[in-house]
């Protein structure tokens, strides 16, 4: 059945939680990587500062690349006949949290 009427926002609610989230881990991320590389620090030869800062670099990369839309990297496709076809990506929604897309591969009829 149908979802109940108003059930979306639980839905959208727990998506912002979850967006916030993924906000501060990129902010703690980015802040201890900048606070490690600070010049100053350098004089000290302390391994955690190091560490700090590959912590930080590596948990501000992970958190920044769900936000990257992926790229789905299909350019061929080998039919029933035994050849590769050129697969053309053609957006057919465009929105903000991601696209709809349509994959057509030339030589085969729509399915």
């Known amino acids: ?20 989230a993924r906000n501060m881990n990129q902010w703690l991320g980015a802040s201890a990587l900048s606070m490690a590389s600070y010049p100053a620090f350098s004089a000290l030869p302390n391994p955690a500062l ?4 590959a912590w930080g670099e590596v948990t501000e990369r992970t958190f920044q690349r769900m936000t990257v839309k992926p790229d789905w990297g299909i350019h061929s496709f080998t039919c029933e006949d035994g050849k590769d076809h050129l697969v053309e990506v ?22």
Not at 1 to 20: C, F, I, Q, V, W
Not at 50 to 53: D, L, N, P, R, T
Not at 90 to 111: C, M, N, W, Y
């Open 50 to 53: 190091s560490w700090m800062a």
């Open 90 to 111: 053609t957006p057919v929604v465009e929105r903000a949290f991601g696209d709809l897309i349509h994959f057509h591969v030339a030589g085969r009829k729509e399915q």
């Open 1 to 20: 059945g149908r979802p109940a009427k108003g059930n979306h926002m639980r839905y959208m609610m727990s998506y912002d939680l979850m967006e916030t």
